[in-house]
């Protein structure tokens, strides 16, 4: 069973930053695509950015410029560097990885974790 353990969450003003970490724990052959989304109360998930593992990303127009994914294959980790915060950017932050166990391909998610911005 693959597990991805989050942390980095918490209550920060608009204007201020936040770093969020991710590292993938179990019996992992490897991983392709990681990234993270997120879910605002009452609104459907959506993704923030993704990263390839030959560094390759992809950011929504809404964080370009303002978050930053880093991501080191050797320890299976990412992270999110998020700055210049908005109170549109409270949400659940979700990690997220495709990845190959035992040969198999699969999605696999973190439990998520809270980000909350006041105005």
């Known amino acids: 069973q693959v597990q991805l353990v989050e942390s980095g969450g918490g209550l920060v003003q608009a204007g201020g930053s936040l770093r969020l970490s991710c590292a993938a724990s179990g019996r992992l052959f490897s991983i392709n695509d990681m990234g993270w989304y997120r879910q605002a109360p009452g609104k459907q998930r959506e993704l923030v950015v993704v990263?390839?593992?030959?560094?390759?990303?992809n950011y929504a127009d809404s964080v370009k410029g303002r978050f930053t994914i880093s991501r080191d294959n050797a320890k299976n980790s990412v992270a999110l560097q998020m700055n210049s915060l908005k109170p549109e950017d409270t949400a659940v932050y979700y990690c997220n990885a495709q990845a190959l166990v035992w040969g198999a391909p699969g999605t696999y998610w973190g439990q998520g974790t809270q980000v909350t911005v006041s105005s």
């Open positions: 990263i390839t593992r030959g560094g390759i990303t």
